[in-house]
């Protein structure tokens, strides 16, 4: 067997537009600022999460409580089903 089989067997496009849902939601319900802060804090702890602040960690859940979770899934939800269904 070819060593790229499994890769061009992946569902490219359902991915690709499953990140375009996900980074209109992320651009639609974050400011520039908050957008800064959590990029501030992903690169200097390099996704690390016991790398994070008590207070840093405060400001990724109130970030994360304006990002409105259960909206984004409703959008991602005809995705995952036709990803589901491969």
């Given at each position: 067997m070819?060593?790229?089989?499994?890769?061009?067997?992946?569902?490219w496009?359902?991915?690709?537009?499953?990140?375009?849902?996900?980074?209109?939601?992320l651009n639609?319900?974050?400011?520039?600022?908050?957008?800064?802060?959590?990029?501030?804090?992903?690169?200097?702890?390099?996704?690390?999460?016991r790398?994070?602040?008590?207070?840093?960690?405060?400001?990724?859940?109130?970030?994360?409580?304006?990002?409105?979770?259960?909206?984004?899934?409703?959008?991602?939800?005809?995705?995952?089903?036709?990803?589901?269904?491969?």
């Open positions: 070819p060593p790229f089989t499994r890769v061009r067997t992946l569902p496009l359902l991915l690709l537009d499953a990140a375009r849902t996900t980074m209109l939601h639609e319900h974050l400011d520039d600022k908050d957008r800064r802060h959590v990029a501030g804090i992903a690169r200097r702890t390099k996704g690390d999460v790398k994070l602040t008590e207070r840093e960690k405060a400001d990724l859940k109130r970030i994360a409580r304006d990002l409105n979770v259960t909206l984004l899934a409703r959008n991602l939800l005809p995705t995952a089903g036709r990803l589901r269904k491969r």
